[in-house]
């Protein structure tokens, strides 16, 4: 008789001769932290598209819709009722603002970061401002365009103010990263000489962030370009942001929509060439 | 060559000439705008003190609470959900005209050209047109959202890829391994870090640009804020404003942890 | 054998990069290629697994034209041809074991390599593989924490795992200190041997090309000056290839 274990082994696959799994890694809470965080945001995601309010609008129909309205833009532009010397004004006005403010948030962003940056001051006094910092630039431009107009009444001087408190915040946390970047020795060697702050500051400091500097300053350009018409727009502060909210809110005119878009997207382009010309001339000096 | 004196004295001039510049443009500008930099330089603190007695919320003000928190959760999850979307989106077409992974010359100026046009279309202008067809809804507001963040997630990822996968991608390359092989194995293991840094920038910016967003096309909490600050209800206002900062650094905070574990 | 005829390239019209560059390498050998900088040496490396398509010539790997191959026979090739880099040129995220696994992406199957899918077998060798190159303690160690000379033996795994018939070095040491650069040229020497590998090296030091090569090539502006046993390089010769008295670094 043949036993039924036989006829099992002769069944059974030959086991493999053991040689234990490689592993090819390890857990590390790097690999686990990148993985959870895109699942959580992807379920997030899912969730928020699932449950999307879309107002009963017939989605087919509002892409025919969008598609007919982006067609008079891009490809039927023109100046509209306005004309184009009305626009250009409020096109320079926005970017004269853009570049005030940029201004003023550079001045005060440097004086705030060299106050905020760990390797220079006392400790109390930076994370004082660091904080300070962070809450202004919690609250969005908008927000502070708002609350200034209260106060000023709606116009320039509200968008001056609002765009300049944001980008003071913004710029102070750009260059005092920058100049905690810097080489410690750099900032000792200076001051083994018995130099003053200040001194220090602008002999050693600043030649050695300049070119960040520069950086940062047109990438807040940029920004605060993109703001102006915003606020512009938002906040009743005039400028080409107002045109365009008049021109694709209120009289419906896509042909000048396109018209304005087109113009900023002009501006952009020149203000983004001549920031790689400006940082390409500092970083080879 | 130079002489020393020479060139300290041109470095001088350099230096006076562009604050020189600098300071005639400022100006020129505040003459032009009709900018009283002494009236606004004293707007501020007047600012401050009206919003310490005005903005402050009151006890009555509690009762905004439910609502303001949920449009800010609304608002949140609007932020993610069009970042995560426009990031799926980026990736690929940042791949496809990467000068690394790209495909040829052509593809790569056309992703480049696209992503910038993109990237410059005002906001307001994507929310107005939008708010046009798609009317007052979320949906609006999502879709201005991710047509803004595609075109900087793909730039971002292009510069990543440039700058962090082309050693790798060569060398494997060499190795024999075909194209897709290369991006899962080399391309993608080694950007994922600085791809996800970028995802949560986006998020923590598309939050504070949703406000915007939300005032123009009537969603989420800029609407809310918009509604309590043309309704004078200032204290409800200044709520909502605490309710942003809140909400805005507690992403930051979260966003650095995650980012100090992963990079 | 590993035989390359008049084989030319110019990046631009009328500014050759190489001209005429012709030589035979046998198995078992290790090459030195020297020269100035400019010279083209990477031009002639990278074109011999075609990541450069270089513009005339033949470049036979054991009678078969690597230059007229379709892309998928091109893979084929660049399997064979394994290529060792001056920055190393690892995932650095990814561990070390998984870098060196990276040699046998050019044998799987799009899927399998896609989702890093390896054989029992696979991890086996690049363990071993590991253990030769002396790294074994550090399989599950991430790439970015290796000092330079581990990284670089970790790209020789990874050219190894390949089962190469030719190793491709462009400048392998000029990232090392002294100490390293030696340990990771003695292994390529002796991988040579034990794998009767052709074995090419782009050399900036002339000391290290005359211990270890058995073969040498000089490179001066795109034509190829000198190509014999290492025994015979003489200071003559380097006067020539570097258009200066270079004696002193012999010594
Ligand atoms: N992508 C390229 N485009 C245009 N010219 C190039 C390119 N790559 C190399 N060249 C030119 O080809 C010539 C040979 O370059 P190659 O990189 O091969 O020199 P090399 O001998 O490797 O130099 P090194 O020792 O500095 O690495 C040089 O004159 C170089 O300027
Ligand atoms: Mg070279």
């Known amino acids: ?285 | ?263 | 054998m590993l035989e390359v005829k008049d084989l030319q390239k110019s990046y631009e019209k009328d500014k050759p990069a190489l001209t005429n560059i012709s030589f035979d390498i046998k198995p078992g050998t290790f090459v030195a290629i020297i020269g100035p900088s400019g010279a083209g040496k990477t031009t002639i490396l990278r074109s011999l697994n075609q990541l450069i398509k270089d513009d005339g010539g033949q470049i036979l790997l054991d009678g078969n034209d690597i230059r007229t191959a379709n892309k998928t026979q091109l893979r084929k090739y660049r399997r064979q041809i394994g290529m060792v880099f001056q920055n190393y040129n690892l995932v650095e995220r990814l561990t070390v074991i998984e870098n060196v696994l990276h040699g046998r992406l050019g044998y799987k199957s799009t899927l399998a390599g896609v989702f890093g899918r390896y054989t029992q077998e696979e991890k086996e060798e690049a363990m071993s593989l590991l253990k030769k190159v002396g790294l074994e303690n550090f399989a599950l160690q991430r790439c970015s924490e290796l000092s330079g000379g581990q990284k670089q033996r970790v790209g020789i795994a990874r050219s190894l795992i390949q089962h190469p018939k030719v190793i491709l070095c462009d400048e392998p040491i000029a990232s090392l200190d002294p100490a390293s650069a030696q340990n990771v040229m003695e292994l390529l020497k002796d991988l040579t041997e034990e794998y009767n590998l052709i074995c090419i090296a782009n050399l900036h030091q002339i000391n290290m090309a005359k211990k270890y090569a058995d073969q040498i090539i000089g490179i001066r502006k795109g034509k190829l000056v000198f190509d014999e046993n290492a025994d015979l390089l003489s200071e003559d010769i380097l006067r020539t290839l570097y258009d200066q008295d270079i004696t002193k670094e012999l010594e």
């Not at chain 2, 056309?110 to 993109?118: D, I, P, Q, Y």
Request: glycine share 8%; net charge positive; proline share 2%.
């Open chain 1, 1 to 285: 008789m043949i036993n039924s274990e036989e006829t099992n082994t002769i069944i059974q696959k030959p086991k493999l001769p053991d040689s234990p799994e490689i592993k090819l890694h390890e857990k590390s809470l790097s690999r686990t932290m990148i993985i959870a965080v895109f699942i959580g945001l992807i379920l997030i995601t899912g969730y928020t598209l699932t449950h999307l309010d879309t107002a009963g609008v017939q989605i087919n129909q509002a892409f025919k819709e969008l598609i007919t309205t982006l067609n008079q833009m891009f490809l039927q532009p023109n100046a509209g009722t306005d004309g184009v010397t009305l626009l250009l004004q409020a096109l320079g006005s926005s970017l004269l603002l853009s570049i005030l403010t940029t201004i003023i948030g550079a001045v005060f962003g440097f004086l705030f970061a060299v106050l905020a940056s760990k390797n220079l001051t006392n400790a109390y006094l930076g994370a004082g401002i660091r904080v300070v910092m962070a809450i202004i630039r919690a609250i969005p431009t908008i927000i502070w365009a708002l609350i200034f107009s209260i106060v000023c009444g709606l116009g320039t001087t509200a968008a001056i103010l609002g765009l300049s408190f944001h980008s003071v915040a913004y710029l102070t946390k750009a260059y005092s990263e920058s100049i905690e970047g810097i080489d410690n020795s750099t900032i000792e060697s200076l001051k083994v000489t018995g130099a003053k702050f200040w001194v220090i500051i602008f002999q050693a400091i600043w030649p050695t962030i300049v070119a960040s500097f520069v950086s940062w300053t047109f990438i807040r350009l940029e920004i605060n370009f993109a703001n102006a018409i915003a606020v512009g727009a938002a906040a009743g502060a005039g400028g080409i942001g107002y045109q365009l909210f008049v021109a694709s809110g209120m009289s419906f005119d896509f042909h000048e929509t396109g018209f304005i878009v087109y113009l900023v997207i002009l501006v952009t382009f020149v203000l983004e060439f001549i920031a790689v010309k400006i940082r390409r001339f500092y970083l080879n000096r």
């Open chain 2, 1 to 263: 060559m130079q002489s020393p004196a020479k060139f300290l004295k041109h470095k001088g001039w350099h230096q006076t000439t562009i604050i020189a510049l600098v300071g005639g443009i400022y100006v020129l500008g505040s003459w032009f705008l009709k900018f009283d930099n002494l009236n606004g330089l004293l707007a501020i603190p007047k600012a401050f003190a009206w919003l310490g007695v005005n903005f402050r919320p009151t006890a009555n003000s509690m009762e905004y609470l439910p609502r303001i928190w949920q449009k800010l959760i609304q608002t949140v999850l609007l932020a993610i959900s069009s970042t995560v979307v426009a990031a799926i989106i980026s990736i690929f077409v940042a791949l496809l005209g990467s000068k690394v992974t790209g495909i040829n010359g052509f593809v790569q100026t056309l992703v480049r050209g696209v992503a910038s046009f993109f990237r410059n279309i005002p906001l307001v202008a994507w929310s107005m047109i939008l708010l046009f067809s798609f009317k007052q809804s979320d949906f609006t507001g999502f879709l201005a959202l991710l047509l803004m963040s595609i075109g900087y997630l793909i730039r971002a990822f292009m510069e990543i890829i440039e700058d962090e996968a082309s050693e790798t991608m060569l060398a494997l390359k060499a190795t024999g391994a075909n194209y897709f092989q290369v991006i899962f194995q080399a391309v993608l293991p080694q950007i994922l870090p600085s791809i996800l840094s970028w995802i949560l920038y986006m998020i923590e910016n598309n939050v504070r640009d949703a406000t915007l967003v939300g005032i123009l096309t009537g969603t989420g909490i800029g609407f809310i804020f918009d509604i309590y600050y043309k309704s004078f209800r200032f204290d409800a206002a200044g709520m909502t404003v605490l309710a942003i900062i809140i909400v805005v650094i507690g992403l930051e905070t979260i966003s650095n942890q995650i980012r100090k574990v992963i990079l």
